[in-house]
């Protein structure tokens, strides 16, 4: 049987038997993470912190499905053993390796460890950022940070190692945020070591890593300084030069972001009330609802029961074929209620294989809000269905404040704010591969400078570039005619859009 260890002087009092997993597997310490095939726990030995890690085999199925999905298997303690070796080499900080174990040769049923020193007082990244104590520090030092995280990235994939597990968790820092002492990598027992990085695997490690950093209040401009340390140029050669990996990167970075939310706020997925999720689901006869937790109360809750009820009620905003808006005042909020019903045979045919308008308004919202695109605020989804496909469906949300874009005075300081926010507005729909549908000017509101994008009962996600192109084309021309009375508007939207 082939046997490889490693330990330094420190630890030889602790295996001083020839049984090193044995004695290493009943180490009593506190347990991090137990999964089937490895275990992570810390503990003390002569007054000194450790971690170790514990590689179980993880059977031929486990290797096999790794195969066929073109993934590398993670076998054993090895490749974080070698990946740490080297990132020390190089002078990239991480935990410092003080013991090696590995047994057998058969990769099934391999066992094997790994021991490092405990890194002291130090937090992670993601936790700082939880706390806000990252969103605490000056310009200065976050523009540090965040320049620093990067030089690390570069200097890890131009060494030849992809991380493949790379997120905000696995970068520990000092845990009073001193940004002149060390930041140290961890976690790198899925690394990969080449040659060279191949520009896939360097866009799924950085991809993640921006996706880790989604929802923590970091900005475009954050986004820009690190890819600009990272590729080693400015911003705008960093826009022209390397616009492919930038929109690779960010489109797996949002993918990974919207993963979650969107299985979360499948109407067709039952949760339990108790759950730990934002939105509660329902169901019954021929009919289906969902909606966020914080708003479901017995107002919201009777609307739900029975909208077209409560639609009789509240004062007609519009109504056409195929949708019908009214406002309504409930005990803690206003709302409005959009009905969308099937305007004829053709339409109930296209229903049976496409989401229905309220359900789209719905999935996009929670796009264009993860861009950070503000939007309406959706509070609920009620579909009716019968045995072939959905009839009709219902859009609850919230009564948008500030005023409506085509019904606003037009003063000076607004000619160069909506060209502004309207420019924003197309870079980051294409960001996230979407289109408006329906972008006039009543479908816009601001409110105190701030530009809300309402009716996305049309705003989908284009998976062909050129698609894509064509209908922000679209988008672009019914903004820009919006404003044929206001030409000083229009000529810096054609600027913009150009």
């Known amino acids: 049987m082939k046997e490889t260890i490693f330990l330094t002087n420190e630890l030889n009092n602790l295996f001083s038997s020839r049984d090193f997993f044995s004695i290493a597997e009943n180490l009593e310490g506190k347990v991090f993470r137990k999964t089937a095939n490895r275990i992570t726990k810390e503990f003390t030995f002569e007054g000194n912190r450790y971690f170790i890690k514990l590689h179980y085999g993880v059977g031929w199925k486990e290797i096999f499905k790794n195969i066929f999905k073109f993934r590398a298997p993670t076998i054993g303690a090895s ?43 130090t937090v992670s990244l993601e936790e700082a950022l939880k ?53 140290y990598l961890i976690d790198l027992h899925r690394a990969q070591l080449r040659s060279f990085v ?20 970091l900005t475009e401009k954050d986004f820009y300084r690190f890819m600009g340390t990272y590729l080693q140029c400015s911003i705008r050669e960093s826009l022209q030069t390397h616009s492919k990996f930038l929109k690779t990167t960010r489109n797996r970075a949002f993918r990974m972001f919207m993963k979650p939310i969107l299985k979360e ?6 949760q339990k ?32 029961s029975n909208p077209d009820k409560f639609m009789s009620k509240g004062e007609e905003v519009k109504f056409e074929a195929g949708n019908h808006v ?29 989401p229905t308008r309220a359900i789209t308004a719905w999935k996009a919202t929670h796009w264009l809000n ?69 972008a006039k000017g009543s479908n816009f509101f601001f409110d105190k400078n701030s530009l809300i994008v309402s009716d996305l009962d049309a705003c989908k996600r284009r998976i062909f570039q050129i698609t894509l192109d064509n209908k922000l084309s679209k988008d672009k021309k019914r903004i820009t005619k919006s404003f044929e009375n206001h030409p000083k508007i229009q000529s810096s939207l054609l600027k913009r859009f150009n």
């Open 79 to 121: 490749p974080e053993w070698k990946a740490l070796k080297k990132l020390r080499s190089l002078g990239i900080e991480c935990p410092e390796p003080v013991g090696f174990y590995s047994s057998g040769i058969n990769p099934a049923t391999l066992k094997s460890f790994l021991i490092t020193r405990s890194l002291i007082n």
């Open 370 to 438: 993860a861009a950070g695109i503000k939007t309406i605020n959706p509070l609920a989804v009620i579909e009716i269905y019968d045995s072939f496909t959905t009839t009709e469906s219902y859009l609850i949300t919230l009564k948008q404040s500030g005023e409506r874009l085509d019904q606003m005075k037009i003063t000076e300081s607004l000619e160069s704010l909506i060209p502004n926010k309207m420019g924003a507005l197309i870079k980051r729909l294409g960001w996230i591969g979407f289109n408006h549908g329906d």
């Open 273 to 304: 009330e108790n759950s730990t999720s934002s939105y509660i689901t329902g169901k019954g006869e021929g009919r289906r609802w969902i909606a966020k937790k914080r708003f479901f109360n017995e107002g919201l809750s009777e609307v739900i």
């Open 198 to 217: 191949p520009t896939r695997w360097a866009s799924k490690d950085i991809g993640g890593l921006i996706h880790s950093a989604m929802g923590f209040d």
């Open 265 to 270: 706020i499948n109407i067709k997925d039952e």
């Open 131 to 183: 706390k806000r104590k990252f969103q605490e520090l000056s310009f200065s030092k976050k523009r540090e940070f965040i320049e620093k995280i990067a030089l690390i990235s570069r200097n890890l994939h131009k060494s030849g190692i992809n991380h493949r597990d790379y997120y905000l968790c696995h970068f520990h820092v000092d845990k009073d945020m001193d940004a002149n002492k060390s930041i």
């Open 326 to 354: 009214v406002g309504l005042d409930l005990p803690n909020h206003s709302i409005f209620i959009k009905k969308f019903q099937i305007k004829g045979a053709f339409h109930y045919f296209r229903k049976v294989f496409s």
